[in-house]
């Protein structure tokens, strides 16, 4: 027994990078997830509809936060677009107060104070709440949920495969096959775009047969949000296979990139909850601007100027990932050597070979 | 005759590690050139740059008359040491997929397929014998009739019945107007060969048909009252001396050091092997010439 704990003492010892994701990896993730990990709610933005609102919201209490009143004929579509998490309208004379049921712990803190400042003598408002009427937690998680599985599927899995490919000598196979860089890259991927897609439209489904999650907007736009989200995700997965060495080391990396996704991007703990140290690291994660994209279409049937600030940060996230993954992919099926910086002609030729010295 | 593929003076650095010093070969049309070395002796980074999966430190590589890209490899058919098949996949899959990538019909595996292999077509290749995954390679490669092949130990792990089968692959295609190279350690396989590249540490050390590489060397040959006594002897006295039954035969070494390490033995100078040239030329010695 001993001899046995000697030899994986000594394994453990030459993989470095498995020990650096021991020791490591708990200490960084407690210290960012403990600064993420927090269900209060520090601020509600509230737009008031309308003069007479604006005048009756002035006085709202911490956490609420009275931003400049607006025109808008309907205080829910304030709501839909985003610009505030609770609109206050004035609906016959009596004040009320539209809460945003998309985003669940900030609708939970608005009712609370709302029913707070009332029961402590304060002026009576009706709580209405758009969107997720019950304020369900599966209507919120469903959304994410499914963007959750389209960055395992593309992350993980695809890294995997290519992984594998390298450690069968199947790539270097492929190397010399007259094939394009990037007929192997599609064909790879494909697959688990499929895959990807079919798992995202069950989770849906389920979602809003079996959850009663409710499908307000576009589906179009979902499905964009989704393919450029997905080309992020399988950028991302294999991005991770060309720097692994196998598939270990490829799970480790994808795990790296899949838990904080899962954690600080909203899925979960509101980003506006989370430490500002810790909260750019969300703004930095595709699965941020996809829960955002699908809860927005699919609760808030969100208008396309909403939707643009997430689309586009999905839009240039795909671009730059699929870009990085291509370029390493092509770097693993060209030649290694002194002479690699030249790139393939359009035929397919290699560059020159280096000259006799 | 067509050159096929040429080496010239190419030469491969890793780092500090020079693992080919300025090696030459060339493979024409209708032969077989065998890259024979120990292991670590470079025939793997000649193949890889061959290929064009390397880059040379310095020199020239040709594939059928071109710098190695996408259009010369189409008429290139390559089985690695790994066999680069599919795991996981079934053995008619596997010829499906080579025959799409190279752009030709997908085999019918009763037709075209030997019958052993066509015995298997549906079974998943991880479950299949070394022998006939490497059967499957080799078929795979050959699907599109390539002008080119190049195998990397071929027959690394198979028995002397399959090593057989697969050299009769080889030479029906070289029959066939192809050109092969074939690295290998095996004696019996570069005597197959039309004309050998020998390698060791990088470096050629010889080159030529077997004729060529045997040449006039010749061994000393002694017949001791106990070969194994004798063989440590030689050994201790730095000289290469390999068993032959009853008999030592001692490589890269004239009588008269054989005599000194072995008092009272009656050396006598016979013909080389190739197996004994090959140690020679390896020693970077040649007895008798």
């Keep these: 027994m001993w001899a046995m704990i000697v030899k994986e003492m000594r394994q453990v010892r030459r993989d470095r990078r498995t020990l650096a994701m021991m020791i490591v990896m708990p200490i960084l993730l407690l210290v960012v997830f403990g600064y993420a990990a927090r269900f209060d709610v520090s601020e509600i933005r509230v737009v008031p509809v309308g003069d007479a609102a604006a005048a009756g919201a002035a006085n709202l209490p911490a956490p609420f936060t009275v931003l400049d009143a607006t025109d808008d004929a309907d205080p829910v579509d304030v709501l839909r677009r985003g610009d505030a998490d609770v609109a206050v309208a004035v609906d016959g004379g009596q004040p009320v107060a539209w809460v945003d049921g998309s985003n669940l712990f900030t609708a939970q803190a608005a009712t609370r104070s709302l029913s707070a400042i009332a029961a402590q003598g304060g002026p009576a408002i009706e709580i209405r709440t758009a969107f997720n009427p019950d304020l369900a937690t599966s209507a919120v998680l469903v959304p994410g949920l499914g963007g959750l599985i389209l960055i395992f599927v593309g992350s993980l899995v695809t890294s995997l495969g290519v992984v594998r490919e390298r450690q069968a000598g199947t790539l270097e196979q492929l190397a010399v096959m007259p094939l394009r860089a990037r007929d192997v890259f599609v064909g790879k991927v494909a697959p688990y775009f499929v895959v990807a897609t079919v798992d995202l439209l069950v989770v849906l489904g389920i979602g809003v047969t079996l959850f009663d999650v409710p499908f307000a907007g576009d589906p179009w736009w979902l499905a964009l949000g989704s393919l450029l989200f997905l080309f992020t995700a399988l950028g991302i997965g294999v991005l991770i296979s060309t720097v692994s060495a196998n598939q270990g080391q490829a799970i480790q990396l994808a795990l790296m990139t899949v838990l904080p996704q899962v954690l600080l991007s909203g899925l979960i703990f509101p980003l506006t909850s989370m430490a500002a140290g810790v909260r750019w690291i969300g703004y930095l994660l595709p699965l941020t601007w996809f829960n955002v994209v699908a809860k927005d279409v699919m609760l808030k049937d969100a208008p396309a100027s909403a939707l643009a600030l997430p689309l586009g940060v999905l839009t240039v996230m795909s671009v730059v990932v699929s870009g990085l993954a291509v370029w390493r992919f092509n770097r693993d099926l060209r030649p290694a050597g002194p002479a690699r910086t030249s790139d393939h002609d359009s035929a397919g030729r290699d560059p020159a070979p280096v000259a006799a010295t | ?289």
């Design chain 2, 1 to 289: 005759m067509t050159t096929l593929a040429r080496l010239e003076a190419v030469t491969m650095d890793f780092g500090t590690t020079r693992a080919v010093d300025r090696v030459g070969l060339a493979v024409e049309a209708g032969e077989v050139v065998g890259l024979l070395g120990a292991n670590g002796a470079g025939k793997t980074t000649c193949i890889r740059m061959l290929l064009g999966l390397l880059y040379p430190t310095a020199g020239t590589v040709h594939l059928l008359g071109a710098a190695p890209s996408r259009t010369t490899r189409r008429e290139l058919g390559y089985v690695p040491q790994g066999l680069g098949l599919y795991e996981d996949l079934t053995a008619a899959e596997n010829l499906a997929f080579q025959a799409a990538a190279f752009g030709i019909a997908t085999p019918d595996v009763s037709a075209d397929l030997p019958t052993d292999l066509a015995d298997v077509a549906d079974v998943v290749v991880s479950d299949l014998s070394l022998g006939v995954r490497r059967r499957l390679a080799f078929a795979a490669a050959l699907g599109h009739r390539p002008r080119l092949l190049v195998l990397d130990e071929p027959t690394s792990g198979v028995g002397p019945l399959g090593r057989a089968d697969l050299w009769d692959r080889i030479h029906e295609a070289v029959d066939a107007g192809a050109g092969a190279l074939v690295s290998t350690h095996y004696m019996d396989e570069a005597e197959q060969c039309d004309r050998l590249v020998v390698l060791a540490a990088g470096r050629q050390v010889a080159a030529g048909t077997v004729a060529d590489v045997v040449g006039d060397q010749q061994v000393v040959e002694v017949e001791p009252d106990h070969p194994a006594a004798a063989l440590a002897r030689l050994e201790d006295a730095g000289l290469v001396a390999l068993p032959a039954g009853r008999r030592v035969r001692v490589v890269a070494a004239t009588a008269e050091r054989v005599r000194e390490a072995l008092p009272g033995a009656e050396p006598q100078m016979v013909p080389a092997t190739l197996e004994e040239a090959f140690m020679a030329a390896v020693a970077g010695d040649r007895v008798g010439a």
